[in-house]
Each structure stands twice: as structure tokens, then as C-alpha cells.
């Protein structure tokens, strides 16, 4: 079975601060995605990987960055934390074809102060 | 660009009693159909998925889907819930080509005793 983990299930942060979720995939996918979220918006789309070093803007990229260096990680990167952005973040990775069904972690749940 | 409507934010039934949760798309060449299930505090996992073939597709938990190209839907049901069934339930569509799956809002589905 795939598994995708999430280094941190809670954590709180302070205004300002730089943020960074973590995320391990161990089937050898090419795709990585970062979600959030909230309650009545459904799941959006913040960053999309389709491969190492190479990275697309989604929905909501704004106040985000990301970073894959290495093939099973994928890092989700809040460079100045607001309070706006509380929320569930949900990691997913799948195989590169269009077919193929989205794994996700367990989510990180982030609260800004 | 792909959308998806899930036509309840919320279904209260009472257990063992049939339900349907609802999904439309936005009309494509070739779609990949998916539900996924998310139980509180967990990431989302597959419930099913349509690729090609039979329109009727069978998932975990005795869930099963209809999948309707003329009117663009795809919709779930299960004859018979039970109260662990309670969780959150997303409807997502990849089209043919594209990487990213856009997915529904979520449905609520609340199964009381």
C-alpha cells in the first residue's frame, strides 16, 4: 500500500513566522500535490509537482512556495505565516498517468497565532 | 475548465437505510471518475473509480457507482448505511490529458441511529 506521511498532524505557529510542512511519499510517484482545506470550500489546490525540480501554481499560491528536491518529497513552504492561513493542509501523490487515483497523508493541521 | 457539483452539503439518514449522494461534471471528451471518503481527523481515501467499461462500479464498504455520460453524472449509493458510513465524501474528475483532478465541495453524509 502507498503511504503518504506528513512529518506534523498539529502545529501552531505565530504570525511571521516561516512555516514548513513536510511530506513523504514511498511508492515512487511522479505527481505531488499540496491541498488545504477549509470548511464549505471544499479541497484546493495550492502547488502540483510533476516531477523533481519542476513545480505549477494552482488555485490559491499565494503566500506559498514549495519545494521538491528529491523525488518522494514534497515540502509546502508558508513564508510569512498569516492567520488566514489556518487550515488543513492535505498532501497527496499519485503515478504520472491521468488515471490514476490521488493518495493522501493524514493532513496537518495548522493554526496561525 | 472542469467543475463539479455535488449537489448536498449535507445528507442526514437514518441507519440501514439506502442513500445517494449526488455528483455532476462539467461535460468533457474522456473524464476518470473518483470518489474518495475522508472519516474526521484522517486524510481522503478511494471509495471507487471509473476509468472505462461497465457504468456501474463497485467500491469499499458496499459502496457502488453509476456513472451516466448523457447527463454528466456520477452519482454514489449504498442500499444500506450503517452509522459508521458518518463521514465526509468528495466526488473528483480528472480529464483526459490533465494531471490534476478537480474535485466537488464534499457531502456530509450523517448517519443517525
Known amino acids: 500500500d502507498v503511504k503518504v506521511t506528513q512529518s506534523s498532524r498539529y502545529l501552531v505557529k505565530r504570525t511571521g513566522e516561516k512555516v514548513f510542512l513536510e511530506c513523504v511519499q514511498d511508492m515512487d510517484h511522479e505527481n505531488m500535490f499540496w491541498y488545504r482545506q477549509d470548511p464549505g470550500l471544499g479541497l484546493r489546490l495550492i502547488y502540483f509537482s510533476y516531477d523533481v525540480k519542476m513545480k505549477e501554481k494552482g488555485d490559491i499560491p499565494e503566500g506559498y512556495s514549495v519545494s521538491r528536491e528529491k523525488k518522494e518529497r514534497f515540502s509546502l513552504i508558508l513564508e510569512s505565516a498569516s492567520t488566514n492561513q489556518t487550515s488543513m493542509y492535505l498532501c497527496a501523490s499519485s503515478l504520472g498517468q491521468g488515471y490514476s487515483p490521488l493518495h493522501f497523508g493524514n493532513g496537518t493541521r495548522l493554526t496561525v497565532t | ?113
Open chain 2, 1 to 113: 475548465a472542469q467543475s463539479v457539483t455535488q449537489l448536498d452539503s449535507q445528507v442526514p439518514v437514518f441507519e440501514e437505510a439506502p442513500v445517494e449522494l449526488r455528483c455532476n461534471y462539467s461535460s468533457s471528451v474522456s473524464v476518470y471518475l473518483f470518489w474518495y471518503v475522508q472519516y474526521p481527523n484522517q486524510g481522503l481515501q478511494l471509495l471507487l473509480k471509473y476509468l472505462s467499461g461497465s457504468t456501474l462500479v463497485k467500491g469499499i464498504n458496499g459502496f457502488e457507482a453509476e456513472f451516466n455520460k448523457s447527463q454528466t453524472s456520477f452519482h454514489l449509493r449504498k442500499p444500506s448505511v450503517h452509522i459508521s458510513d458518518t463521514a465526509e465524501y468528495f466526488c473528483a474528475v480528472r480529464s483526459g490529458g490533465s494531471y490534476i483532478p478537480t474535485f466537488g465541495r464534499g457531502t456530509s453524509l450523517i448517519v443517525h441511529p
